[in-house]
């Protein structure tokens, strides 16, 4: 069964710092890109950030640049997410994903997505 699993959301106080995990399994993701999304209340599912297989190009959402940074681990099918600066606009499900193709902001070419971990900023 192929999964990602995201980890790492919780509750934290603006200016606050927290790191997300995400987890593949049931298929090999070293080859592929992989991205954070999230969703907050009432809106569209928002690009955060991708990095390609090498770890060499990333790319952020203008809402998040200079403040999140995306990275993989070294067994590859992980990747994680440091979020520092939090704000409470940041309050969202952060969904982890992956694909076969290219680094892109666009969610539909994503093909494998985890079930999301909440991260609630407090003013």
């Known amino acids: 069964q192929v999964q990602l699993v995201e980890s790492g959301g919780g509750l934290v106080q603006a200016g606050g710092s927290l790191r997300l995990s995400c987890l593949g399994s049931g298929r090999d993701f070293s080859m592929d890109t992989m991205g954070w999304f999230r969703q907050a209340p009432g809106k569209d599912r928002e690009f955060v950030a991708t990095?390609?297989?090498?770890?060499?190009?990333?790319y952020y959402g203008d809402s998040v640049k200079g403040r999140f940074t995306i990275s993989r681990g070294n067994a590859k099918n992980t990747v994680f997410l440091q979020m520092n600066s939090l704000r409470p606009e940041d309050t969202a499900v952060y969904y982890c994903a992956a694909s076969i193709r290219s680094t892109s902001r666009s969610a539909g070419i994503y093909d494998y997505w985890g079930q999301g971990t909440q991260v609630t900023v407090s003013s």
């Open positions: 990095i390609n297989w090498t770890g060499s190009t990333t």
